[in-house]
Structures are given as structure tokens and as C-alpha cells.
């Protein structure tokens, strides 16, 4: 069983910056894709962007040239850069991670965009 922990959430100003974190813990294999979706009030969960153990990367439209995602393989960590941030990228944001065939889910972490 994969376990899977966020953090760096929080409340930024519009154009300011935050990097999440999230930690996988339980995994004996290399987990192929981990990345983050997010949901905002009233709205349907969405890709923000995923990768590889091999580095390839998948980004929404809406995030592409301002959100960077990365990961440490040796750590079992993925990251999300965030930067110049909008209001419309308030939601709550989960870790995701794809292993065996399996997908797995963090419990999330609040993002407000906000003056």
C-alpha cells in the first residue's frame, strides 16, 4: 500500500509563488507516474501535470509555462513549482501516484490565490 503525503500549501498573493511537496512511503518498486490534480469548489477534478521515473512530463494548457514539475526518484518525491499565480488556480490540489496498475491519491492540500 502507497501512501502518499503533501505539503507546502497555503494562501499567496496573485503573481506569487509555492512549491508543493508529496512524499510516497510504502512502495518496494520504482512508481512509474506521479504528478498533481486539482479541484476547485464546484468543479470536477483536473490534471495539473504528471511525470515519469523517466522524466517525461504531461502538463494542462492552463499551468504550461508557469507550473514546473519535478521529482526525486531516490526520494520517492514529486514536486510542483508554482509560479506566477492566478485566483483561478485556487483549489485544492492532490498527489497522485501510478504504481502496478494501481492509482493512488494524497489527501490534498489547500491553495487560495488571493489579495
Known amino acids: 500500500q502507497v501512501q502518499l503525503v503533501e505539503s507546502g500549501g497555503g494562501l499567496v498573493q496573485p503573481g506569487g509563488s509555492l512549491r508543493l511537496s508529496c512524499a510516497a512511503s510504502g512502495s518496494r518498486s520504482s512508481i512509474a507516474t506521479m504528478g498533481w490534480y486539482r479541484q476547485a469548489p464546484g468543479k470536477q477534478r483536473e490534471l495539473v501535470a504528471l511525470?515519469?521515473?523517466?522524466?517525461?512530463?504531461n502538463q494542462a494548457d492552463s499551468v504550461r509555462g508557469r507550473f514546473t514539475i519535478s521529482r526525486d526518484n531516490a526520494k520517492n518525491t514529486v514536486y510542483l513549482q508554482m509560479n506566477s499565480l492566478k485566483p483561478e488556480d485556487t483549489a485544492v490540489y492532490y498527489c497522485?501516484?501510478?504504481?502496478?496498475?494501481?492509482?493512488?491519491w494524497g489527501q490534498g492540500t489547500q491553495v487560495t490565490v488571493s489579495s
Open positions: 511525470i515519469t521515473s523517466g522524466g517525461y512530463t
Open positions: 497522485y501516484a501510478y504504481l502496478l496498475g494501481n492509482p493512488y
